[in-house]
């Protein structure tokens, strides 16, 4: 168990709607990252929060957007679905040190 | 954009061999890592080699990395059928300021029993 916390850790929704996944980060961590694995695009950073404000951005659709709360929790907010966004996305945090612990995913299902 | 490509992409072996993957990237670094998935799990973190080492060692794992050659290999020694799993390299990228880990594609090995 790596204490990086994500729900719901499967999503089927349909295309054009909105969904919001959940992170809850190792106690005492102040970064958040968040992944989105696929078969053909592999593991690509979407974005990373870092005690409430954005620090990086990755190759994150204008459609997704996220945030990070001050009791540290991140959300993840994907709108305007597409078929294409059919995915596993990861949660990963990360305290001082440079390895990061990821949580076990949620699976996203559009059809 | 990937910055890591694994090779190979797919690794079958029989449980007792070594299995050794490698991953080459593009940019100058400031660490490597080496990550495990479990087929639709987590990643999680096996070792990490920083810019100025060229060999670490962990366990039955084995890390090299060469930086005039941007590579690096992973090597499991003595395999079991547990170590069934993807293997990606994730490189920190130092001329990348306010950049997270770029992962590769990862290798699939199989350990046959």
């Known amino acids: 168990d790596s204490g990086v916390t994500q729900t719901p850790k499967h999503l089927i929704t349909a295309t054009g709607q909105r969904v919001t996944l959940r992170c809850s980060p190792r106690?005492?961590?102040?970064?958040v990252y968040w992944y989105q694995q696929s078969l053909d695009q592999g593991l690509q950073f979407l974005i990373q929060?870092?005690?409430?404000?954005?620090?990086a951005k990755g190759n994150i659709l204008e459609r997704f957007s996220a945030q990070q709360f001050p009791d540290l929790h991140s959300e993840l907010n994907l709108s305007s679905l597409e078929l294409g966004d059919s995915a596993l996305y990861f949660c990963?945090?990360?305290?001082?040190?440079?390895?990061?612990?990821f949580g076990s995913g949620t699976q996203l299902s559009v059809l | 954009s990937q910055q890591g490509e694994e090779d190979p992409q797919a690794l079958s072996i029989q449980e007792g061999e070594n299995a050794t993957m490698n991953c080459s990237y593009k940019?100058?670094?400031?660490?490597l890592q080496w990550y495990r998935q479990n087929s639709g799990r987590g990643l999680v973190h096996l070792i990490l080699?920083?810019?100025?080492?060229r060999e670490k060692h962990s366990g039955r794992l084995r890390v090299t990395l060469d930086t005039s050659k941007k590579s690096s290999s992973l090597l499991i020694t003595a395999s079991r059928a547990a170590d069934t799993a993807s293997y990606f390299c994730?490189?920190?990228?130092?001329?990348?300021?306010?950049?997270?880990?770029?992962f590769g594609k990862g290798t699939t090995l199989s350990v046959s029993s």
């Open positions: 994730a490189t920190d990228p130092s001329d990348q300021a306010g950049t997270a880990l770029i």
């Open positions: 106690s005492g961590d102040l970064s």
């Open positions: 080699i920083r810019s100025n080492e």
């Open positions: 990963a945090s990360k305290r001082d040190g440079e390895k990061l612990f």
């Open positions: 940019t100058s670094i400031n660490n």
């Open positions: 929060y870092y005690n409430g404000e954005e620090r």
